[in-house]
């Protein structure tokens, strides 16, 4: 059975203390690693999707890195502002399912 | 583009009500996903459709569940009856063929009493 599993469940950083977020996945025939931010009371909002092993994509302090078991979501100097879930899903095709993992959640602390 | 639209935002209704939700898709896409959220269990996949077509309804707890999508531009996920436990947020996604990414409504807050 597919599954995404994400560590930690929560996580609390000073601002400026940056940390890293894992996602690892057991998806046959993996197509798409995907990461997504969730604001409370929001839908998850798409951040990036990566489709092989030694990719890696950034946008302002988040760089998300794919190995063949597992994604990271790197955080550099966070500010308050980038508190929310961040949840990390799979797909092993396109126009089908995303498989989500649970989500961390969080907190940045200034 | 406006985004995903769900309505209502919030539902409060009792047990054995009937309850439908509804979604409008970004203009073009073509896959619309329906999802449920709690805490316990995190994002569900409930029910897919592929061009208005449902594709997949495996993830639909029960037969109080039922979803339709009649045209390209909306679909419903109706509930009838409901129970307490069905009490959870309920978000729509869509999606464009051919891509991976999928673009999720606000959600519906639904609570069941």
């Known amino acids: 059975e597919d599954q995404v599993t994400q560590s930690p469940e929560a996580l609390r950083l000073q601002e400026g203390e940056s940390s890293s977020l894992n996602c690892s996945y057991t998806?046959?025939?993996?197509?798409?690693l995907f990461w997504y931010r969730q604001d409370p009371g929001k839908g998850p909002e798409f951040l990036f999707t990566l489709y092989s092993a030694g990719e890696e994509k950034e946008k302002e302090r988040l760089k998300a890195t794919l190995t063949k078991k597992e994604s990271f979501l790197h955080i550099t100097a966070p500010k308050p502002e980038d508190s929310a879930t961040y949840l990390c899903a799979a797909s092993n095709s396109g126009n089908t399912p995303l498989v989500f993992g649970k989500g961390t959640r969080l907190s940045v602390i200034a | 583009d406006a985004g995903v639209i769900q309505s209502p935002r919030h539902e409060v209704t009792e047990m054995g009500q009937e309850v439908t939700l509804r979604c409008k898709p970004i203009s073009g896409h073509n896959s619309l996903f329906w999802y449920r959220q709690t805490m316990m269990r995190g994002l569900e996949l409930l029910i897919y459709?592929?061009?208005?077509?449902?594709?997949?309804d495996s993830g639909m707890p029960e037969d109080r569940f039922s979803a339709k999508m009649p045209n390209a531009s909306f679909s419903t996920l109706k509930i009838q009856p409901s129970e307490p436990r069905d009490s959870a947020v309920y978000f729509c996604?869509?999606?464009?063929?051919?891509?991976?990414?999928?673009?999720f409504g606000p959600g519906t807050r639904l609570t069941v009493t």
């Open positions: 996604a869509s999606s464009f063929q051919g891509h991976y990414e999928q673009y």
């Open positions: 998806v046959s025939g993996l197509r798409g």
């Open positions: 459709f592929n061009n208005n077509v449902p594709i997949d």
